[in-house]
């Protein structure tokens, strides 16, 4: 509370529960100058404020100021930077959007030309499906007979099986990929 708040005689200091402390601790939103009674201490407080009103002023300066930073951004096309008036904004004007644009579009798929190029993209997404799987089989296989003997794996092992997990993704995702070039 502010020191005009407080009454008669907590500011006399004659109750023993109102032990006050004005040791200069203003509002950070008003200024004003802040006594704590001995029930709640300011020591503990991230922000010292007086009032909801002012709890609400700082809090919505705080919020402001943090999506504003957010908002900072470098132009995808043109380098340049610009504050950014929605979140998932990655061009600074609509030129250079409309630049954008035409870069993706005219950005060449890739799409096969001829029957032999969609057979032999065909023979690669089996070569790399069968590779992914020879390579799951090793790993189950690995991983079932290290059960049945109880035997634990230690840090660097499990570490080598998520290594080769990430393969198998890794190979699986390019599959699919080429899959969808045809």
Known sequence: MCEGCTLPYMAARRHPHFVLDIAGHPCETCGREMVFTGEVSYRY??????????????????RDE??????EKVCGVCGEAFTATRADAKTCSAKCKQKAYRQRR???????????????IRKKIKRVRAAALRRRHKVDDAMMVAY????????????????????IERLTMAANELRDAL
């Open 45 to 62: 407080r991230k922000h010292v404020l007086c009032c909801e009103r002012c709890r609400w002023t700082f809090y919505n300066r705080v």
């Open 106 to 120: 005219a950005a060449p798929a890739v799409v096969p030309k001829t029957e032999t190029d969609k057979g032999e």
């Open 148 to 167: 049945r003997a109880g035997v634990k794996l230690t840090d660097e092992e499990w570490e080598l099986v998520g290594e080769i997990e990430d393969e």
């Open 66 to 71: 943090a999506s504003t930073q957010a908002r």
